[in-house]
C-alpha cells in the first residue's frame, strides 16, 4: 500500500511552519530563510543547484528522502504561490521555474480552479477543489502504487494530520522564535498517540522529529 | 555577578508549558505527569522521595542543575497553588507539604500579598506584589551573591524573559501535542538573537535545549 509523507517541514519552537507576509519576493514572509538554513547546507539542495558540495550527515539524509518513491504530491495554494482569491492572470506558473523539481503529477488544492499546466521535466500541476481525501485519491490514482507526498504549506499539511491520512511526518524544529505567521500544531492535541516520535539533534542546531504511524 | 536562571522547564511541541483546569488534584492541568516522565526517570527525582535508583544520563545532568548555586527563587501564584483572586483563606501553604525542596528564600508574586510564611529546611515563601524587576532585586539581595531561579509557571518565566532578565533558559522540549494550556513562547519573537542556543536529544525521546546568554 503506497504511503503518505511529509518532508522536510521546518517549524520555530513558537510553532509557525512559515511567516507573516507572503510576497512574491518573500514566499516564507518575514521568516525569510531562516526556517531552510539547515537544508541550504546539505549536497542535496547543493547539488539541486548543479553545485558540487554541501553537507552529507544527518541533514543531507533527511533532505535526501524526499524524492525516492514519490509518485505524486498534493500542495496547498499558498505553496503554489502568493495570489489569494480569483486568479487575476493565469500567467503564475509557481516559484519554481520551466523545470519545477517534483517530476511527478502535483496537485494543487485551490477553491480557484483553473487549466492544467505542463511543466518541463514530467511535473504537471492539476488544481483542484478538493477535500483532503479526494485530494488523495486522485494523488494516489496518478501515483501509479507509489507513495504520495503532501508538500505543504502548514495550513494543508495540518488539514491532512487531522484527517488523518498522514503515515510518516518528518518536522525540523528550528531553534528561532518567529512570532506570527501560519501554526503547524493548532487542533492536533494528542496527536502522538498516533505515531511513533523519534528526535535527533543534529550539528546544525535543529532537531529533526520523525512521526511514524504506529 | 550572580545569574538568573531556568530550569526543567518542560514544553510540548506545541509550546504549552503546562494544561488546562489546573485544580488540587491536578498542578498541571489535563497535561498530567507527561511533561515530566523525563524527569520522573532520572537519579535526582528518585533521591528526591528517598528512592535508591534512576538514570544517571543527560536527563539526570540537567535535572540534578537545578540546585546548586541558588540562592533564592521566584515563582508566580499558579506555581504555588490552584487558587485564583483573593487568598480565601492562608491554610495552603504550597503543593510541597511541610519542608519544601527549595532551601532557600521563594518570592511569590501576587497581586494579594500574605504574611511570609517560615517552613521547614529553609525554605522562606514572602508573597510580594512587584515587577520583575523588582522582584528580581528581592531575590538578589536575599541570595547573597548567588544565582536567582526563576521557578515557572510559563506565565512567570515569559515575563522575565521579556524583560530581558535571564542568563540561563533551559527547557525540555517534550514530543506531545497538548493542544491547549498556558503558552511558553507568545510575545518573544527574536529571542534566539540574545541568546546561544545549544539543542540535545536523549533516549527517553525529549530535547533538551540551553539558552545561554551572549
Redo the contacts between chains.
Sequence with gaps: MSKVRVHNLAVS???FATGEGQSLQTPFGHAGGRLMQWFFGTRTFQSMNGEDGGSEGVDNAFAAAWGPGIGAEIMGRNKFGPQRGAWQDEEWKGWWGENPPFHTPVFVLTHHPRPTLEMAGGTTFHFVDASPAEALAMAREAAGGLDVRIGGGPSTVRQFLEADLVDHLHVV?V??????GVRL????????DRFT?????TPS???H?TFTRR
Design positions: 519552537l513558537d510553532g524544529l531553534p528561532i522564535l518567529l512570532g506570527r500544531w493548532d487542533g492536533l492535541e494528542s496527536l502522538e516520535v523519534e528526535p535527533v539533534t542546531g535543529v532537531t522529529l
